[in-house]
């Protein structure tokens, strides 16, 4: 095994226990999601649906996904005492950041839609024996999913740079930092948006709402100028975003030292 | 700057294969915040030795051992350690390395697979000095590193420390938290893993645990090093006896102790003391003497 795989294996080592700790607590709340809806629908007559497993991987993908993201440098990077040994550990800074990097950005969905899947297998026959209801297993091959992966890798990113930039309070910090960005962004908007109009309809100007989604900004077929904006903001979004954030990264990991310890 | 440092990597490698030299720190200065700590800092480490690092608390004893390891970065000056820049945490280097620290914590899994995951990045471990280490400490290899005391941990970092056969190690009060027979099997356990191509460097405050174990000493004192010789230089320039007078008006006294029927004292040897023993000098008292030498005097005992 080369160098980079070692330093894959420690991590999986490192965090095994952790790891299948919360693969038990999925699969408990997946199963207990389940026999309540066959409750519910077996005495209010009404009709079972399909939607647990679709309805509840998003909220693992991202919070799940996002937390762990964020706790992926908290001892390696930060603490007192556990920071010594990473740091020391006979690999580049660039190995020791893609180890991370990789195993929170690729494995940690493919696992936890293994985990969805196996957990279907093993809950939805359960079930069927228990209620009566029909099979119906998790399927990762849909386009949802894959839509949720993407969005997954751009938000990842975003929260491995607050994993390595922040000291401590990783998650909570980042989430702070992005309402501040967020608010900053819109004010920068709206005022832009009234300087415009303002000039094109002088004092005649009327306020009215708008409302749009990442979706449908992004994922929707437009053509002419809105398809190059959507094409400019997809490249911006999906590619050039999360490559920054992961440079970014990895240049706070190349400069970490003790006295970032807290 | 690249250049510059490749360049002096290349002198340095050069240094190390003419000198025996395995670390030398230049002009290093070093502060956190806007105190300082080091300044003007000079070391050089030769290779086949078992230093001493010993200071006063907050000294920068650990502090210097995170600057030639690569954990901190100095604010001016020149490092190296084996020929390595530090601050570049190249693998080479790193792989060369072990650093125990006085704190630390090991992830909850057995031994046998802490072992398992963390020997493979050093190309030297030998895993059957490691069983014998173990077997010399009392360690069991199948119980839960949460579950150990953290004497058996230290003990457990120290034999993979010393079966990784790294040429440098560095140990950071190494003998905190082991018990009395730990302590003496501490040091049988270092002096057989030593060997001419390793060199240890041992920061402690316990140096009654360390003698007859550590020579040369380096003193750290003020923010620089005020002694980095052997014990022998100092006992071929003084004599250590105990005088029942109050040598307050002895000219050649460096350094006196009240003790028990009397004063101890350190002077300089004068010619018909030559081949006189004397005392023994244990380091407590070494340190001592230098420390207060180096009050009076700006620069210290060199």
Known sequence: MNRFGLLINREIQTSKRDLSFYALT????????????????????????????????????????????????????????????????????????????????????????????????????????????????????????????????????????????????????????????????????????????????????????????????????????????????????????????????????????????? | MANEIESGQTNLTEVVSTNNSVILMQDIGFSYGKTPLFTHLDLEIKQGNIYGLLGKNGSGKTTLLKLISGQLFPDEGFTSALGFDPMRRKPAMLSEIFYLPEEFPLPKMKATEYLKMRSVFYPRFDNLMFAQYCKDFELDMQQNL??????????????????????????????????????????????????????????????????????PLIILHDGKIIFNDTVDSITDKYVMALVTTDPQQDEKVVYKEKVLGGWMVLRQRSEQEEGNEGQPLDLETLFNVVVEQSTRVQGGMR
């Open chain 2, 146 to 215: 949460n579950e150990m005391s953290l004497g058996q941990k230290k003990k457990l970092l120290l034999a993979f420390g010393l079966a990784s056969n790294t040429s440098l190690l560095f140990l950071d009060e190494p003998t905190n938290g082991l018990d009395i027979p730990s302590k003496r099997q501490f040091r049988q356990t270092v002096a057989s893993a030593m060997t001419e191509d390793r060199t240890f460097i041992i920061s402690t405050h316990q140096v009654r645990d360390m003698e007859n174990l550590i020579d």
């Open chain 1, 26 to 262: 999925l699969f408990l709340i997946l199963f207990a999601s389940e026999t309540i809806r066959s409750f519910v629908s077996q005495y209010s007559q009404i009709a079972f649906g399909p939607a647990t497993y679709a309805s509840l991987f998003p909220n693992f993908l991202f919070l799940g996904g996002l937390i762990i993201t964020s706790l992926s440098f908290a001892t390696d990077m930060f603490s007192k005492n556990g920071q010594q040994e990473w740091l020391m550990l006979p690999a580049t800074s660039l190995e020791k950041f893609l180890a991370k990097g990789v195993l929170t950005a690729f494995a940690y969905p493919i696992a936890i839609t293994v985990v969805f899947f196996l957990a279907s297998v093993i809950i939805e026959p359960i079930q069927l024996l228990l209620f009566g209801n029909p099979v119906t297993l998790f399927n990762p091959f849909t386009t949802g999913i894959a839509i949720q992966f993407a969005v997954y890798w751009v938000w990842q990113s975003i929260f491995l740079l607050g994993a390595t930039y922040f000291h401590k309070g990783h998650f909570l910090k980042t989430i702070l930092s992005l309402g501040i960005l967020g608010i900053a962004l819109a004010t920068l908007f709206l005022l832009f948006v009234k300087v415009i109009f303002s000039i094109k309809y002088g004092s005649s100007l009327r306020t009215f709402d708008i409302v749009f989604s990442f979706d449908s900004l992004l994922f929707k077929p437009a053509s002419g100028v809105i398809g190059t904006f959507r094409v400019i903001g997809k490249i911006l979004y999906f590619v050039v975003l999360p490559l920054f954030c992961w440079v970014t990264a990895f240049f706070r990991v190349e400069e970490v030292q003790a006295t970032d310890a807290v």
